[in-house]
């Protein structure tokens, strides 16, 4: 269990970070639709990335200073990323969940009620402004952005001179007995 706790870990902190990145946007009123600028939303796209990056690689120093003793090879990082991510997607619908029905009921309905008033096609909006399709696009953008990472955080964090560890083998039986 303490090799897998580490992972638990780190995937419920990125999903308890994310649901309080949505809390500071919905307090600082980035999701009221005189707040809908593009600069607003890429700044919140940079730092929510710049955040859960971060989370990723303590998670990766974590794991590699206390299981692995700092000697880790790239294969063992990157399992451990793909387990995190998966672990972080399967958090994600929660999230979601907690995001659109609790904090920010009304979320839906100014997206759409600001889309409409862009001249954007109103079809379009009943198929993908959901909560199912937000879901969804939740759990792939987590699966995107996981396997990004644990791409490059598997390459910056492995071991330079790795040595495997020597595993010796005892044997229970004695080798000098005598026979009858």
């Known amino acids: 269990m303490k090799k897998l706790g580490i992972e638990i870990k780190w995937a419920a902190l990125?999903?308890?970070?994310?649901?309080?990145?949505?809390?500071?946007?919905?307090?600082?009123?980035?999701?009221d639709n005189a707040n809908r600028s593009v600069s607003v939303v890429v700044f919140g796209i940079i730092g929510f990335y710049a955040l859960v990056f971060a989370c990723y690689y303590f998670a990766?120093?974590?794991?590699?200073?206390?299981?692995?003793?700092?000697?880790?090879?790239?294969k063992e990082a990157f399992k451990f990323g793909l387990l995190l991510t998966s672990m972080v997607a399967m958090l994600n619908p929660i999230a979601q969940y907690i995001m659109y029905e609790s904090i920010a009921p009304d979320y839906f309905e100014q997206l759409k009620s600001h889309l409409t008033e862009n001249h954007i096609n109103a079809e379009m909006l009943?198929?993908?402004?959901?909560?199912?399709?937000?879901?969804?696009?939740?759990?792939?953008?987590?699966?995107?952005?996981?396997?990004?990472?644990?791409?490059?955080?598997?390459?910056?964090?492995?071991?330079?001179?790795?040595?495997?560890?020597?595993?010796?083998e005892t044997n229970k039986k004695s080798k000098n007995k005598k026979r009858k």
């Open 14 to 31: 990125i999903t308890c970070l994310t649901v309080l990145w949505f809390v500071g946007e919905k307090l600082l009123g980035f999701h």
């Open 60 to 74: 990766y120093r974590e794991k590699k200073k206390v299981i692995y003793q700092n000697n880790w090879s790239i």
């Open 126 to 168: 009943i198929e993908n402004i959901n909560l199912t399709g937000y879901i969804r696009n939740g759990i792939i953008d987590t699966f995107s952005y996981g396997i990004i990472f644990t791409i490059g955080l598997s390459y910056l964090m492995k071991t330079k001179d790795y040595t495997p560890p020597v595993v010796v």
